[in-house]
């Protein structure tokens, strides 16, 4: 890594003598940092699965034992867990797909109309994201005791005790300004000569939108879409909140790790962080296949 | 946003969406998502201030005394944990861009063509949980644990009782870990877009390296390092999972407490007060911070 960073970079017109220091420091220095910083965020991943082949003596998964290919063998085996898997996965693929719809809609609003407010929403749809999550989590949980408390009690559909539902609740809301800055990244670069053209040539607006717009955006909205799954299923501190006696993946792992640490905590965690891995590799190298062919 | 005419001249067969909805598409479009915003953003946040301002229970229910005793109750007995969450949130923002800075600016400068590699890598922390990251610092910490161990057993470099995990430098340490990429991807994001030239064009006018630093690459970064700061600060302010898992009871920060609060001794008047003032306190945060930057386009 280091030899990569140290490729030569256009030298200023300046002789690099004149700062002997500066100029080892953004020779040598840098690099070697930079190394030192990647091996930093990496190490907890190497941990993670390095120690998903341990056999550890206890119920703690702290201290290297020997190897074993149990956890690997039986991924599920603690009760609860296979549950809480299901749940994230559900809660992650239904709360992406409503934030994906809404979210795009709003982006497209924004970016191809004009209309009165228009610059403050802007704004205000960075809010959720500015606000602390526990801020979030603890306004949501107090919206859903009210709904079960007078006044509200009996006027609205009751929300309380939380659980599966309430958590979907709070995860599409999180989700959707996330969706709306992908997207609209997305667009603000997109050619509308192309709509018109597909008009011009006795495309109606709803053609035009699905064979034209719709696929030249689609892959802001893929990008959205796996941004918004990411972040839902990694979501503890929102869910806590609202979760009552529902599990996802992290509020088990939370709730277990006081009294035991399970070699599978890691093993999921490694098959989540490879498959992840994975996806992206595969998605830069269809794009970057799409971008020499074009 | 010159399309809107052209629709209008060469409307095809039948009536066009516009044409039977007018005005009204971009309010269609925005309805769905925004009701959603308001029933589950702005109302809780309503009713967060009204709890906070209530007394009751849950069996009893709440009833709003207009009443800013839960507040008092807030800061007088959680002071320390405010204070807590200023000085390690503060102290891994400044760490992360410490950290950051030169990272950003090694893969801006001088990442040729690995550059997408380098990014990749340091988003690839994003993969794995946040939980199971802090979980992970916690083995690495721990007192026989792979970084320790070896330092007491084979070095003999430390003391066989030395311990890091349950100290305020753990906590750190992991607060640290886990915002970093948040604050390297807008400084990359900052110092890539800046014009090589500038540069170049400060060191033809005789600046040395560093003045060139100092005078166009730093003040040219500094959206970047905001923005970085923001997407730092705040979340680290309201953790509780770094506290909880390598910091001790005296460490523990606001979030630790609203958590508690709300969750534990469903105490809802304290609870909303505390997050309230969380909220409010990283507005006006936030706001002094945009103006001591001194730039206005920070934020747009």
Redesign the interface.
Known sequence: ?AD????P??Q???KPS??SI??RI?HWL??A??TL??V??????A??IV?SFNKPQGKF????NQFSLDGWRHPFDWPGLGDAVVTSLSVALLSTLFAT???T??G??LT????RGRGA?NGIIF??M???????G??????F??TA??PLAGGVPTLYPTGFLTIL??H??FN?SYV?VTVKARLAGFD?RL??AA??L?????TTFWKVTFPLIFPGIMAAALLAF?LS??D??IT??VSGTTNT??IW??SI?RNA?PVQ??VI?SI??LG??GL?ALT?LRSGRAVRIR | MTAATPTARSAPRGPTLRARFGRAVPYLLLAPGLIWLVLFYVIPAVQMFTYSISTGTLETGFTMTFGLDAYATAIDRFGKQFLNSILYGGLATFFTLAIGFPVAYTIAFRGGRYKNLILFLVIAPFFTSFLIRTISWKILLGDEGPLLAPLKHVLHVLPGNFSILNTAVAQVAGLTYNFLPFMILPLYVALEKIDVRLIEAAEDLYADRRAAFRRVTLPLALPGVFAGSLLTFIPAMGDYINADLLGNPSTRMIGNVIQNRLLLQNDYPVGSALSFILMAGILVAVAVYARALGTEQLTG
């Open positions: 890594m990569a960073l140290s490729a970079l256009p200023p017109a300046v004149r700062g500066m100029h953004n840098l690099p940092f930079t910083a990647i930093y965020l990496m190490v907890p991943i941990v993670m120690f998964n702290y201290i290297w719809i809404l979210g809609m709003i497209l609003a191809r109309y004009r209309f929403l809010l959720p500015a606000t602390p999550e526990i801020v979030l603890a306004s949501l949980l107090t919206l005791v009210a408390l007078p609740i709070a599409v809301m959707i709306v509308r709509e018109e008009m011009d006795g495309a109606n607006e709803l990411s299923i990694d503890f501190v806590n909140f993946f992290p792992v939370y790790q640490l905590i890691n965690g989540i962080f992840a891995v992206v830069s």
